[in-house]
T-cell receptor
Framework: DTAVSQTPKYLVTQMGNDKSIKCEQN?????MYWYKQDSKKFLKIMFS???????INETVPNRFSPKSPDKAHLNLHINSLELGDSAVYFC????????????????FGAGTRLSVL | AQKVTQAQTEISVVEKEDVTLDCVYE???????LFWYKQPPSGELVFLIR??????QNEISGRYSWNFQKSTSSFNFTITASQVVDSAVYFC?????????????FGSGTQLTVLP
C-alpha cells in the first residue's frame, strides 16, 4: 500500500494550458505539503495544509492553487502553464500539531515530473 | 532564517570505500529537527533519519552513521563500505519544532556515485 501517492507520474503539456496534480495519503496525517524540485535538484516548499487549512504559502505565483477537499487529499492546480513551471513536484505528509510526538517526519510521494513545451 | 549548506555537490567513491557527506545548518531556534533524505535515480525521496536538537548522541544504523555536533552546527552522514546501490542524491534538511509551520528547509543535495 502506497503511503503517499501522486498522479500522474509524468505530465507533458503545452504552454498556457491548465493542469492538476492529485495527492492522497493513507497515513492518517493531518498535514500535507507541496514541494517543487527544479532542474538543479533544489527542493523548495510551496504550500502546506493542516486539517484542510492553509498554513504555509511561500512566494508562489497565484496561478498555483492548492485544494484540500479533506485531510487525506491535497491537489495542486496550475493555470496558464509557463515554461518555467517545468519541474518535479512532490507531495508530502506528516503528523500535525496535536498529534502524537515525535512528529515532523515528512513522507514523500514519488513525484510528478511536469514538462511544459 | 533557516539555512542548510551541503558544500559537496558531487562525490565519487569506489565500492567498499567509506564516505562522509557534510551538512551545516543555521537556525535561531533552540528546538529544531534535522533530517537526511535519499533520492535514488528512480526519483522518490526516502526518509533516512530525524534528529532533534536536544539529542546529540550519534546514531548508527547498519552501514549508516550520523554525527550531530551542535557546537559546529553540523549533522554529517557517513556510509561505511559503500555499495553501488548507495548511489543517489542525499539531502540534509532542517525544520523547527514549534507551531504548525513544519516546513523543511533543504540543502542543495550531494550527488553520491559509487563505482563498482
Amino acid at each position: 500500500d502506497t503511503a503517499v501517492s501522486q498522479t500522474p507520474k509524468y505530465l507533458v503539456t503545452q504552454m498556457g494550458n491548465d493542469k492538476s496534480i492529485k495527492c492522497e495519503q493513507n497515513l492518517g496525517h493531518d498535514t500535507m505539503y507541496w514541494y517543487k524540485q527544479d532542474s538543479k535538484k533544489f527542493l523548495k516548499i510551496m504550500f502546506s495544509y493542516n486539517n484542510k487549512e492553509l498554513i504555509i504559502n511561500e512566494t508562489v505565483p497565484n496561478r498555483f492553487s492548492p485544494k484540500s477537499p479533506d485531510k487525506a487529499h491535497l491537489n495542486l492546480h496550475i493555470n496558464s502553464l509557463e515554461l518555467g513551471d517545468s519541474a518535479v513536484y512532490f507531495c508530502a505528509s506528516s503528523e500535525g500539531p496535536g498529534q502524537s510526538l515525535p512528529a515532523n517526519i515528512q513522507y514523500f510521494g514519488a513525484g510528478t515530473r511536469l514538462s511544459v513545451l | 532564517a533557516q539555512k542548510v549548506t551541503q558544500a559537496q555537490t558531487e562525490i565519487s567513491v569506489v565500492e567498499k570505500e567509506d564516505v562522509t557527506l557534510d551538512c551545516v545548518y543555521e537556525t535561531r531556534d533552540t528546538t529544531y529537527y534535522l533530517f537526511w533524505y535519499k533520492q535514488p535515480p528512480s526519483g522518490e525521496l526516502v526518509f533516512l533519519i530525524r534528529r532533534n536538537s536536544f539529542d546529540e548522541q550519534n546514531e548508527i544504523s547498519g552501514r549508516y552513521s550520523w554525527n550531530f555536533q551542535k557546537s559546529t552546527s553540523s549533522f554529517n552522514f557517513t556510509i561505511t563500505a559503500s555499495q553501488v546501490v548507495d548511489s543517489a542524491v542525499y539531502f540534509c534538511a532542517l525544520s523547527d519544532g514549534s507551531g504548525s509551520a513544519r516546513q523543511l528547509t533543504f540543502g542543495s543535495g550531494t550527488q553520491l556515485t559509487v563505482l563498482p
